[in-house]
């Protein structure tokens, strides 16, 4: 492996400026579990690796009590999120995917910042938290900006971020009473492969307890970057929560989906299995609406 010199810069303005005086010659690295096995790959051969995660603001998701904001800094590991009581009681959609993002080990340093930068079509983190319509913080040489996460990705291993930029805050939105979450992973096993599909639905319920007033349904690895099956989506809303209508908002979805034949399946296989997964997140969703798990800030301690 090429030697490198590791920089600890103690604040976001001093790592923008340790990356712009080295350049190309150097590379930002949080929990490293991505950039490390570049560099032991050849992938990458940075002379400067700039750490992210001794700078503050590494601490476990809060939520703010007046606005219902979630708040989940950009340098908390998987671990964190995956501990937090918070995310367990009223997420457990992000706790669906976190929970099984490779092992023990690396859910302890892999941080969600480097796994939304990273911007595989497969990354874990991506797909729930666009699902909960999250945005992104981000900060650079020209202050503060904020995006929608879903236009954060531009291409499979391309992010919105301008040289010496850092993702440092993710902003869940307050979520809207009655409405239950689900997240799974589809692949030949659950953890440490690439998944051959991922699947995050939302949905917000009316008084009644069956009819969709919002509905929230992400894909990953079914396009070269993280969609949203809008046109589904859009089928839900106003009509009861069935089986029958969540497995026609899955054809619906399947069709808006562009998987493509891979290694991982084929397409119509994939495609067929966008309509099943939909279901049964929406089954799941449902449930958990039902429990009232996910009424954000009125019920978080
Ligand atoms: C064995 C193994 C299993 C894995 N399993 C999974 C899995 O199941 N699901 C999954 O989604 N991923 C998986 N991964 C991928 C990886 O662990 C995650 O993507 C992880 O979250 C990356 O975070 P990190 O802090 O280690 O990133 P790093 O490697 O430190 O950085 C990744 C990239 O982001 C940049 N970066 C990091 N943080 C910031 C920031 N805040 N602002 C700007 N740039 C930044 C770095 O420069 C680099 O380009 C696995 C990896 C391994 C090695």
Redesign the pocket.
Known sequence: MKKFTYLIPKNLDEAISLQQSHGERA???????????KIKEGKLAPEYLIS?KHIIGQDRPFLNQETGELFIG??VT?GMIEKSPLVQAHYPILHDAVK????VQ?RN???????L??A?P????AIPLITLDSKVNIYGTKGQRSMALLRFFLGPGQCD?EKG????EIVVPRLLERTGGAYIKHGRRE??ELPMLGVGVLLSLEEDMQTCVKARICLGVAAPTPIRALQAEKYLVGKVVNEQNLTEAGKIAGEESKVRDSIRGVAWYRREMVGVLIKRMGIKALERASRNVEVGMRNAE
């Open positions: 590379k930002y690295i949080a929990g490293g579990t991505d950039v490390l096995v992210l950009a340098f998987h099984n993002i490779g092992s690396i340093v892999a941080t969600i910042g480097g796994n930068v990273n595989v497969s990354a874990d983190g971020l930029e850092i993702l440092t953890a440490m």
